[in-house]
């Protein structure tokens, strides 16, 4: 597995498995994508081909499961490869003193 990835706001930080109480997120709207985070002003998401990864969730975390090397594209970005395995989906935030923000591309 490769190490920690970042394409804009989103890093995909290699785990190696992912908590036993993590369930699959059903993908709606867009289902030849899976979509690991979706720009708040712009829309702009950063996705990968359905067929090569799925998308899981604790209360409190997201992970990805990559089957097959692929790409990590964005419509700002380059896209990224990203090698099969776990990831921990982390969404970088800004720190406003009393208050954390989403950053948002």
């Known amino acids: 597995m490769s190490g920690q990835l970042r394409q804009g706001d989103v890093l995909l930080r290699p785990v190696d ?4 109480s ?3 997120v059903d ?4 289902p030849d ?4 985070a979706t720009g708040e002003h ?3 998401r950063h996705a990968l081909p359905a067929r090569d990864a799925q998308l ?4 409190s975390r997201r992970y990805l499961r990559v089957l097959h090397r692929t790409y990590l594209g ?12 776990v990831y921990e989906i982390v969404l970088q935030r800004t720190y406003i003193p009393g208050a954390i923000v989403p950053v948002a591309d």
């Open 17 to 20: 498995q992912m908590p036993a």
């Open 22 to 24: 993590a369930v699959r």
């Open 27 to 30: 993908v709606t709207g867009e």
């Open 33 to 36: 994508w899976t979509v690991v």
């Open 42 to 44: 712009t829309g702009h």
């Open 56 to 59: 899981f969730a604790t209360p």
């Open 74 to 85: 964005h419509d700002e970005h380059i896209a990224i490869p990203v090698e099969p395995g």
